[in-house]
């Protein structure tokens, strides 16, 4: 199944042609790109830049699961994909929520498979990755008060992606 990858790196000091981007072929262009991404994160282009990733399959849907804080209290969390991340709980469900989203997204391994988002005592995560891939991805709560949607993230559909997927920050270039 066909797919794509969009990658969009504004506020830059020059445009595409000035720095290579708009080359003769897809090797030279990709090359441009790439230098412009480790500039980039070099710091080259200062606070004005801006990066966005997105990868998409065609009639592709991204997994998805829930950690619920109801009534939490001392560390709440949950382990994904084989790493624990807990949050001591706060003032609300909704605040230990939010805060922990913010951890899950900080977390150099976890942030590679999933993107965490809060709402009213539920941290939601969705893998990164489309199709069924994300299926596999494991979910277990932890904490007083703390539920899991399921053992894993579910309704993943579609194409399956490659086995070995690594999201990289722009900083870690």
Do not use: C, H
């Not at 065609?58 to 790493?83: E, N, P, R």
């Not at 001591?88 to 922990?100: F, K, Q, Y």
């Not at 899991?148 to 270039?173: E, M, Q, R, V, Y």
């Amino acid at each position: 199944m066909p797919g794509s990858i969009t990658v969009t790196l504004s506020g830059l000091t020059n445009g595409p042609a000035q720095e290579g981007v708009l080359g003769p072929d897809v090797r030279t262009m990709a090359l441009a790109v790439a230098r412009v991404l480790q500039a980039a994160a070099a710091g080259a282009y200062g606070s004005t830049a801006r990066f966005s990733l997105s990868y998409s399959l065609t009639d592709s849907l991204q997994a998805s699961g829930t950690l619920t804080i109801s009534s939490g209290s001392g560390a709440v969390g949950g382990t994904i994909a084989g790493t624990a991340k807990t949050v001591t709980w706060g003032t609300s469900d909704t605040a230990s929520a939010a805060a922990l989203a913010v951890a899950i997204n900080a977390d150099a391994t976890i942030k590679g498979f999933v993107y965490a988002t809060s709402a009213a005592g539920v941290v939601t995560l969705t893998a990164l990755v489309p199709g069924v891939a994300g299926n596999r991805i494991t979910l277990v709560a932890s904490g007083t008060g703390v539920t899991a949607s399921g053992a894993t993230l579910a309704s993943g559909t579609g194409a399956d992606t490659p086995s070995t997927f690594t999201a990289t920050a722009l900083a870690a270039l």
